[in-house]
């Protein structure tokens, strides 16, 4: 048995170290990538899917807490993205001439998003978590179709046309940066006790409540903490398009998002960010195929379901520190192997 | 063992209707400390409505129970085995994607405290719980015998661990009254007197009480130091192994008339 | 006064169309458990038979109304297809699966309509030419009594065929049990294909309605109808036909009543709202049964 460990366990540490390596690593490779002009006119366009991307990952990862490690289904999380984008949009609104600098303001704006979202997500999840499986589905596009009307309804949101002219403070460095934070944050709390609680509720919520475990609160805690991810993600979605309209966040953008937790792996945040990526990027890349591109997906998550129903990365999580120890340990192996042969 | 003790388990005239049927009634018991008490009864009896009703997942529609005094009624589930008393289930409820060690960490959450922002930043007092409950966790495996299990996936256990990786579970919840449902169904010979050894154990270590459902009679016999038999939901007989074995009520109940052998057939 | 008679006219009107769609949910929930969310589709492929077939019927000389049975045959073949390619392979894995296939399939549908039709909303001929009644001041649309009739009958024909022949009452012993349905000499398979044929049949007769009321068809007019015609499957009880019909009449009813009299930008809310609440409150629906959890 190990001593009791007080502090964080060394190899843990050093895992972090890589990690934080890597992402700056790609962040590095990015701006190198833009501000080279390596791209010449495309950059500022790149950037654009760059910047969905990130967004997209925010929310896909988010979703993926319910539908991954829950192991429920929400088909409204568009519904909880609008409320974080029509508040964070409203809030700048009113105080864009004020002078505060636009990092703070874009901050304000995340923060005003996620917390309005994660209200939202209390409200909605204290009756909807009582229903399960496909109940519960339908629950959550109900209570985003009635997001949608509500927001086509109020005077501030648009009256139901586009709202336009919000400021523009989406910068692909920063929004980067907040997905990163995002997902670190939700990969947290997935490897804690709440994370570890919400799995054995998902395995078996009679058990778990024969454990102790208050499964209510923990439903109900993970829905807000999904929303309130939503809620940033809208957040960004609003100051970079800066115009938007109700029907923009509906049904079909819920099932997208869903469609992206499911084929990158449900239960997998790296799968999450993988899926994300790849399935916000391409599209964009092939923009003259891009009528086809929900066409594809649709006949992706049929034969997923067919052939790999836990999704293309499963509950895999992509592990740079478990690469690079295999690489050590293949390059170890070389210089030994290359030691016998000399001697 | 005919000492008196003060009661772990008092439960007064418990019942429950359903729909018309009375599944439980007039249910009366009372468990001292660490003691260790059969609850038998033919299939359908009402046994495991019992352990319902003890644990929250019903409530009783009539009559009361007090865990060393407290009253029970109306707590949910997760509040009564806060109270202090944990279960396990006739049709083994692991978390089954889980491994062996999670599965009995889960039951040791509420002993856990700290909170969403220590466990986003990775803070010391995280580091130290952890590390304190995976301790605790692997000594509970030891007991059960689990604990070069740990890493197991606990739907890849044979059936006989995964009983027992159950009561490693409700004792990781630090309870006082331990309810085990069927907890032999199914085991040969060997695994059930590997079990007996761990209850007498884990009795011996944790000064806890035990309320044993249990279908083998010879074993309810050989290790409960006194017995209730219920049928029908109806209390029909209490008192010693050997009391039991001669009471008519009992050999009518589990023999069966000519007439009552759809008693068997339904569970 | 007039107002009230029209809109109880629309209502019922709309309540037929709900009703019938919702029937296909119900069917199909009742028997594999599955909510079928490309069942909204179908009406889109109908709505979109319609639109290509009218004309073909008008040119040929014969009533347009005849396209009906081309839009049937085409949304059976759609619902089978449907059922046997995706949903039959992932019968076995569990509800998510089938949940998200279902959703894949919907979404397959009204991508595939995009890519075949184009995005515009192409708007159909007229099918019925029926003069508007007039009764005391009372402007009825004699279509719409044409439209409600055609679904009253239906329904009627699905419950005896349901209740009397061997097909329907072999669709009702498989979701009460379905081991012993194959024990009895019951092809489990059959049924639920059968299921899924006549489900996807009624969303073609729905289509027709639909069609004759707000000429139009767009890529995701099945989706959203489909989702209000699940309300109305639930409210009733889901797996309950004659629950769905009454959810489809109750919902359809309130819908209007609330976009005349009390916030016409709301109505929508209003019906997801009623959702919420009976599934919350009785999630059994009005004519459902329990299902409890066994611990």
Redesign the interface.
Known sequence: ??P??????KE?KVSYVINIFGVLAIFLLLVLVFESNFLGGRTTYIKGICTTACYTIIMVASLNLLTGFMGEFSLGHAGFMSVGAYSSAIVTNALIGSGIPNFFLFLIALIIGGFAAALTGIAVGIPALRLRGDYLAIVTVAFAEIIRVAFCNFEVTGNGKTMSGIARLSNFYWVFWVMVVCVT?MY??VR???G??V??IR??Y??????????TFYKVLTFTISAFFAGVGGAIYAHYMTAMIPTNFNFMYSAEFLTQVIIGGSGSLTGSIIGATFLSALPEAMRQFSQYRMLAYSIVLVLVMIFRPGGIFGTYEFSLTRILKKLLAKIKQHKSDDKEKHS | MSEVKKPVLEVKHLGITFGGLKAVDDFCLEIGESELVGLIGPNGAGK?TVF?LL?G?YQPTEGTYYLNGLKMNGK???QV??SGI??T?QNI??????TVL??V???M??H?S?S?FA????S?K???????IE?RA?ELLEIVHLEDKADYIAENLPYGQQRRLEIA??L??GMKLLLLDEPAAGMNPTETAELLDIIHVIRKKFQISVLLIEHDMSLVMKVCERIQVIDYGITIAHGTAEEIANHPEVIRAYLGKEESEDLYADN | MSLLIQSVVNGLNQGAIYALIALGYTMVYGIIRMINFAHGDFIMVGSYTLFYTIPLMIHAGMPPWLSLFVAISVCVFVGVAVEMIAYKPVRKAGSMSALITALAMSLFLQNLAMVLFGANPKSIPAIFTLPVLEFFGVKIQSKYLLTMSIGIVIMLALSIFVKSTRIGKAMRAVPQDKQASTLVGISVNRIITTTFALGSGLAAVAALMYCSTYPRATIDMGSMMGLKAFVAAVLGGIGSIPGAMIGGILVGIIEIFVKVYIAPGWYEAITYGILIIVLLVKPTGIMGKNIGVK?
């Open positions: 048995m190990n009791l460990n007080i502090k964080m366990p843990k944050i947290m709390f804690s006790r709440f570890r609680t799995k054995a395995e078996d009679i058990a778990a409540a024969a454990s102790g475990i208050n499964v | 495991t319902n644990t997942v949910r589930t997760h085995v806060r944990a279960r289930f409820r692991l978390f089954k994607k889980m999670e599965n960490i889960v039951a959450n509420m856990m700290y969403l466990s986003v930043f990775r010391k995280f580091w130290r719980e952890e590390a304190e301790k692997r579970r409700a990781a919840t | 611990v």
